[in-house]
């Protein structure tokens, strides 16, 4: 029904960026809030980055100022513009989606990625 597919982590050296992608289709007619997720192991996962459809858009204290949540609604796809990485920013980083609504007009309350690396480190 749902499908999101991150890609454009990896390794990168402290002080520089990544671009991080994620891809959501099926018989979807519209997604209120994208969200990016992060969590390294023994840890919750925390809440990076949100956007609404709309384009109204909330960060985490620990990242305002270093990235940026977009989102192109023509192509179905949200991003993620990291910028000045540090290497507490290394965890998996995982695109959500939440109110689904559906070309059957009901609606799924979220749903996930399966994540993408991303690692910080000289």
């Known amino acids: 029904q749902v499908q999101l597919v991150e890609s454009g982590g990896g390794l990168v050296q402290p002080g520089g960026s990544l671009r991080l992608s994620c891809a959501y289709s099926?018989?979807?007619?519209?997604?209120?809030?994208m969200n990016w997720y992060r969590q390294v192991p023994g840890k919750q996962r925390e809440l990076v980055a949100g956007?609404?459809?709309?384009?109204?858009?909330n960060y985490a204290d620990s990242v305002k100022g270093r990235f940026t949540i977009s989102r192109d609604n023509a192509k179905n796809t949200v991003y993620l513009q990291m910028n000045s990485l540090q290497p507490e920013d290394t965890a998996v980083y995982y695109c959500?989606?939440?109110?689904?609504?559906?070309?059957?007009?009901?609606?799924?309350?979220?749903?996930w990625g399966q994540g993408t690396q991303v690692t910080v480190s000289s």
């Open positions: 956007i609404t459809n709309s384009g109204s858009a």
């Open positions: 099926g018989s979807i007619l519209s997604i209120y809030t």
């Open positions: 959500n989606a939440e109110k689904i609504l559906m070309s059957g007009l009901y609606y799924i309350d979220d749903y």
